[in-house]
């Protein structure tokens, strides 16, 4: 068995290196580690270039979506789990995503991660709980997570759609499931940055509501 681990950034420098440096210290010979610079304009690239086994660089920012797509176009492994570049220490637990997947107790594994002090109000989450159910009948703890793991039997289906940005957690979600493709929430430590009710994080749900939106629209129409 092998593993394609895909992580998206941009502008992560503060945290990349630590995520990466955990993973790596796992020694797993089969995994395959591809980080995708997004268009960052700090020390992001130059920084995953030493522990990356592969590095894709961006020229512009094109949003996470686009991102993973382009991690996944590239991924060798039998499986494939998609990271976020700030989990740090707690990017070890995608062992535990792979568990269910492999097992073939499900398609893909979602990591559910508790809120922290600094976390949101929930309003985009609950938002994409009620879309995806109208359009698959399925409701989600964490429809959002964007730690989660699947075998690479689903990746044509991922890559014949166009992505927008943060959408694509919530549209990968609705086209795996209305592909026939079972999901399984697994509880977690995982852990990220949160920026809680500032007016950074209100702008972040808010651009990320707007690309959600949009992108259901754009696949209805």
Known sequence: ??????????????????????????????????????????????????LADQLICLRENHGKGYALQAGWECAQGDYIVCLDADLEK????????????????????????????????????????????????????????????????WLPILLKQRYMGFSVEAQMTIDLLNAGASIFELPTTMTHREMGKSLKGYTHRLKQWWQIEKQLRSVRV
């Open 1 to 50: 068995m092998s593993v394609s681990l895909v992580i998206p950034a941009y502008n992560e420098a503060e945290y990349i290196v630590q995520t990466l440096s955990y993973i790596k210290k796992l020694g797993e010979s089969d995994t395959e580690l591809i980080v995708v610079d997004d268009g960052s304009t700090d020390a992001t690239a130059s920084l995953a270039k030493e």
């Open 90 to 153: 707690s990017a070890l637990e995608y062992v535990e995503l792979l568990k269910p997947v492999e097992s073939q107790q499900t398609d893909i594994c979602l990591s559910i991660i508790q809120p922290g002090k600094k976390a949101g109000n929930g309003f985009v989450k609950r938002r994409v709980q009620k879309l995806i159910h109208q359009q698959t009948g399925m409701w989600l703890e964490s429809p959002l997570s964007g730690q989660r793991a699947f075998h690479r039997k």
